[in-house]
């Protein structure tokens, strides 16, 4: 199994970014997925997650309306489409499986002017 995120990096307060995590070695459509994320110095926290066939979502209290989840099967892929983000969005994003428990290696997004 391996998932691997792409899409941080620096933007300013109120910027956007896409994150990617594609996924290999198991069967994708199979599961749902989540995206947490790890600000500096703090624990990891659950940010989304999205049902196998991508018709449930949910978020964390802290990001509804901040962000919006989705997934493509059709190429492996979840996404993290982040809006109008401000300093505390500062934090490495992960990917996991639900249910199997793998986690991508995390991107590094930094909100900063």
């Known amino acids: 199994v391996q998932l691997v995120e792409s899409g941080g990096g620096l933007v300013q307060p109120g910027g956007s970014l896409r994150l990617s995590c594609v996924a290999s070695?198991?069967?994708?459509?199979?599961?749902?997925m989540s995206w947490y994320r790890q600000p500096p110095g703090k624990e990891r926290e659950l940010v989304a997650t999205?049902?196998?066939?991508?018709?449930?979502?949910n978020y964390a209290d802290t990001m509804k309306g901040r962000c919006i989840t989705s997934r493509d099967n059709t190429k492996n892929t979840i996404y993290l489409q982040m809006n109008n983000l401000n300093t505390e969005g500062t934090a490495v994003y992960y990917c996991?499986?639900?249910?199997?428990?793998?986690w991508g290696q995390g991107t590094q997004v930094i909100v900063s002017s």
């Open positions: 070695g198991f069967i994708f459509s199979g599961f749902g």
């Open positions: 996991k499986t639900n249910i199997l428990g793998y």
């Open positions: 999205v049902s196998s066939a991508g018709g449930v979502t």
